[in-house]
């Protein structure tokens, strides 16, 4: 069993009292029930949650749910199909006057990286192309967090993962989903982070007003997965965004403009160092090729970036 699924496992047997999410095995410190909370807290209470299997599955425990609008489970790939599904039918309540207005529920997608970067990315293309009006979340903790952590289409180069377990971690990339998302066109798209609140809110109020597709992905800080001390979720995040890891950008009618800019970078070791996933980057010795890899494909990245 690997060390992060040797946490998850250990997390289980907790006492309740010592878990988030009304009794629900969250970890203490998840970036991404951070982001979901302030999103939550933007949206309101008419809002329909259509989950994907996941971490965030385990919010709500039947009949129990933290959400007061509606929450609706399915499976990896099929969450955007539910949520065309469920607007349809919230379209024709409105239309047959079952429902009032004031009633209608904003429909949320929610799904990890791996569903988002994986087996959902078709009905999510689906989606995009029927100019559904909806709301996508994923939270991203780059690995299929309820599992154990084994690698995804989110996992980024260098880490170690319960599938990357060698001394190089993961030898792949991460996928750059917003790129494949934008290609679509959809209505709106934007990157947050539950770190940076305010910039969160500003983005998720714009998608009130907006209709159709609109797309965001929340980098996830995932203390279980990415081996690090609960408390340090919000250093782990900030220093994602001070570091580059993380851009914070919105695409609106074909443009990406940045919304964060740093007076200077830090290095991203600064970054890589708070986490356990990244430990054998430095221990027993530095692997400068794999650091140096990392660190220039940051900056190449920044070269180009476009500021409001
Ligand atoms: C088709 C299918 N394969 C595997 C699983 C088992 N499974 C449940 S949650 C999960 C991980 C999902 O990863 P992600 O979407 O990133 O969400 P996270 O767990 O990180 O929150 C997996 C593999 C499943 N539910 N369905
Ligand atoms: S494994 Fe990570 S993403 Fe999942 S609940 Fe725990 S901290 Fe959150
Ligand atoms: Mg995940």
Redesign the pocket.
Known sequence: MSESQDVFHRMKDLPTEHLLGGGTPMCAGCG?LQAIHEIYDVLGENTVFVN??????MLANYPYTPFKGSWFYT???SAPAGAQGVRDALDILVEKKRISKEEDLNVVVL??????N???LSSTSGTIERNLDYLYVC???E?????G??T?G?TPHGAKTSTAKGELGFTGYKKDLFSIWASHKPAYLATIIGSEPLDLARKIEKTKHITGPKLVIAFSP?PT?WNYDPKESVKVGKLAVKTGVWPLKEYIDGKVIHTIKHKKRLPVEEYLKTQGRFDHLFYPERNEKILKDIQDRIDKYWETAVFT
């Not at 690995?143 to 599992?147: A, F, H």
């Open positions: 991404g994907a299997a996941g971490c965030m599955t499976a990896m790939a799904t990890g990286d791996g569903s988002a994986g087996m959902g939270y991203d903790n690995g299929y967090g309820n599992t952590q084994q995804s989110g995932c997965g």
